[in-house]
T-cell receptor
C-alpha cells in the first residue's frame, strides 16, 4: 500500500537555525510530491511541489525540497528559519491511483 | 476571491446521532476531496469526487459514512450513528481537474466534530 512517513513529529528550533524535515514515501512507480503547510489558525496551503526535472525544487518563503529517487525521499529544508515559520508541515504524494496521500505531519516550533 | 467554505466550523453531537457536514468548493473546481484529521494524526483520505465520474469511496472507514456531490458544486458528508472515534477535524479540498495531481488542493478550514 502506498504511504508517506514523516519521522519528525515535533521539532523545536531557535530562529536562524537550519531546518530539515524528513519525508519518505512507499511506492515503486512515478510520483508527484508535495509539501503543504498549515500556519496557526489558517487552512492548509501548498508550499512546494515536484513533478519532474530538477530534483531540487524551490517553494515560497525560502523553502526548498530535494527529491532523491533512490531513497524514496523528499526532504524539506530551509537554511535559516524565522519565528513566522512556526506551523505544521505535511508531506504528500500522488501516484495517479487515488487521491493525494498525506503524511502524519511535523509540528515546527521556532523560538525567537 | 472565495475559497473553499465548510460548515459548520464546529459541531458537538451525542453518540448515536447523525451529522451532516457541508463543503462549498471553489467555483470551477471539478475535483473535490474529503479528508479526516484525528488529533495528533495526519490527513486520512475519505472520498474523492471528479466531475461526473463515479466517486472514489475507498477511504470511507465504514458504511456509516457517505457523501454526495451535486454536479460540480456543494458536497455533503454524512455520518450516521456517530461514535466517539468519529471525533476529528473533517477537511474538504477542491482542485482543478488536471492529471496526476498537478493542480494544488485548496483546503477549507474544516469542521471540528466532537462526539460526546
Amino acid at each position: 500500500a502506498q504511504s508517506v512517513s514523516q519521522h519528525n513529529h515535533h521539532v523545536i528550533l531557535s530562529e536562524a537555525a537550519s531546518l530539515e524535515l524528513g519525508c519518505n514515501y512507499s511506492y515503486g512507480g512515478t510520483v508527484n510530491l508535495f509539501w503543504y503547510v498549515q500556519y496557526p489558525g489558517q487552512h492548509l496551503q501548498l508550499l512546494l511541489k515536484y513533478f519532474s526535472g530538477d530534483p531540487l525544487v524551490k517553494g515560497i518563503k525560502g523553502f526548498e525540497a530535494e527529491f532523491i529517487k533512490s531513497k524514496f525521499s523528499f526532504n524539506l529544508r530551509k537554511p535559516s528559519v524565522q519565528w513566522s515559520d512556526t506551523a505544521e508541515y505535511f508531506c504528500a504524494f500522488y501516484t495517479g491511483r487515488r487521491a493525494l496521500t498525506f503524511g502524519s505531519g511535523t509540528r515546527l516550533q521556532v523560538q525567537p | 476571491g472565495a475559497g473553499v467554505s465548510q460548515s459548520p466550523s464546529n459541531k458537538v453531537t451525542e453518540k448515536g446521532k447523525d451529522v451532516e457536514l457541508r463543503c462549498d468548493p471553489i467555483s470551477g473546481h471539478t475535483a473535490l476531496y474529503w479528508y479526516r484529521q484525528r488529533l495528533g494524526q495526519g490527513l486520512e483520505f475519505l472520498i474523492y469526487f471528479q466531475g461526473n465520474s463515479a466517486p472514489d469511496k475507498s477511504g470511507l472507514p465504514s458504511d456509516r459514512f457517505s457523501a454526495e456531490r451535486t454536479g460540480e458544486s456543494v458536497s455533503t458528508l454524512t455520518i450516521q450513528r456517530t461514535q466517539q472515534e468519529d471525533s476529528a477535524v473533517y477537511l474538504c479540498a477542491s482542485s482543478l481537474a488536471t492529471g496526476r495531481g498537478r493542480s494544488p488542493l485548496h483546503f477549507g478550514n474544516g469542521t471540528r466534530l466532537t462526539v460526546t
